[in-house]
């Protein structure tokens, strides 16, 4: 055989061991959103949360009616509840990383938001809440929306989330 033709063969066989490697783009499985949510509240002494299918149904159909217009309007439903929104996707990372930035904006010695929003941090990190359950679409505007959902809610008027 040539060395064209074996460069060739080769070629075609990488080409081949390529389309049956699986490539991985955005991760949110439920042990994406709760290691993430576990590592920060892991800073500030939180008890871990615990995945909860309950709680990501709720989410997802909540966020589902939302699909036309990626509108992030929380539910109000009885559970606590962070959104994130972002054109293109959006990770369970990203989500956790942009509310837990929002440390910065919380003053633990007055409880209160000083500079900026801080309640989805809270929500975050809230001592008594342990279940999460999160869900994410893909909306017609190629936007993401992402709804996380906590049990027991948090930022509860009065207490310290942790």
């Not at 942009?98 to 809230?126: I, M, P």
């Not at 679409?137 to 930022?155: D, E, R, T």
């Amino acid at each position: 055989m040539s060395k064209m033709a074996l460069a060739n063969v080769l070629s075609t066989i990488c080409m081949f061991a390529l389309t049956l490697t699986p490539i991985v783009i955005a991760q949110n499985t439920p042990d994406d959103f709760v290691n993430e949510h576990n590592a920060v509240r892991a800073k500030v002494g939180a008890e871990p949360l615990f995945w909860d299918e309950e709680l990501a149904t709720y989410a997802k159909n909540y966020i589902t009616s939302k699909i036309k217009t990626c509108e992030m309007v929380h539910s109000n439903g009885p559970y606590g509840e962070n959104l994130a929104t972002v054109n293109g996707e959006l990770t369970a990372a990203a989500a956790v990383k942009a509310w837990a930035d929002e440390k910065k904006f919380y003053d633990h010695n007055s409880n209160k938001c000083v500079g900026g929003e801080c309640r989805h941090y809270t929500q975050l990190v809230w001592k008594e809440s342990f279940l999460v359950g999160c869900a994410t679409v893909k909306c017609k505007n190629n936007w993401s929306l992402l709804s996380c959902n906590y049990n027991p809610p948090g930022n509860v008027v009065g207490e310290l989330p942790y």
